[in-house]
Nanobody, 126 residues
Framework: QVQLVDSGGRLVQPGDSLRLSCVVS????????MGWFRQAPGKEREFVAA????????SYGDSVKGRFTIARDYARNAVDLQMNRLKAEDTAVYYC???????????????????WGQGTQVTVSS
């Protein structure tokens, strides 16, 4: 059984940077396409970023393009989300997720991801 533990969320100021991490246990990272999603109070879960199992292809939501970077760390069996130039509207609970359909498209749809972390709160406020 694969398990995801995401961490790194905290209170930061607008313009700051923050890195979230998602450590995968139970299976190696090579078996999954990985994604990050976020959900703000009263809003739908939103796609943030995804990376293919090989690490060769990434995808980003329009609201974070150019500011966020997703990357795999095979040594830690983890996927990180580097977030730069944070804005108040980035405030949300961030979830990492794993898609076992590693040969399919790199999905931006939450329902395509079978495994989820518990979420980590990111608050951007002055």
């Amino acid at each position: 059984q694969v398990q995801l533990v995401d961490s790194g969320g905290r209170l930061v100021q607008p313009g700051d940077s923050l890195r979230l991490s998602c450590v995968v246990s139970g299976r190696t990272l090579n078996n999954y396409n990985m994604g990050w999603f976020r959900q703000a109070p009263g809003k739908e879960r939103e796609f943030v970023a995804a990376i293919r199992w090989s690490g060769g292809t990434t995808s980003y939501g329009d609201s974070v393009k150019g500011r966020f970077t997703i990357a795999r760390d095979y040594a830690r069996n983890a996927v990180d989300l580097q977030m730069n130039r944070l804005k108040a509207e980035d405030t949300a609970v961030y979830y990492c997720a794993a898609d076992a359909n590693m040969w399919g498209i790199l999905s931006q749809i939450s329902a395509e991801y079978a495994y989820w972390g518990q979420g980590t709160q990111v608050t951007v406020s002055s």
